[in-house]
């Protein structure tokens, strides 16, 4: 997956969550695309999402958690 999917991918779950749930539609991101992500510049994918900083450290918990998890969707 490119950066630019993934960036895209960032900008949509980021920006069309609803209120109280941004921070929460992160984590997916990480869990869904760990192997994607590896090797990744996360602040560029940010930038290019138009999302706040925090977004970096919640895709990093998102891939710390990859291994123990299963995403649902």
Known sequence: MRASELSAEL????HGAAAGEMVTNIHPIG???ADHLSGQALRDLRLEADAPVSCVAE???GIRLAPHVMARS
């Open 11 to 14: 900008r949509r779950l980021h």
């Open 31 to 33: 869990i869904r695309f």
């Open 59 to 61: 895709i990093h918990k």
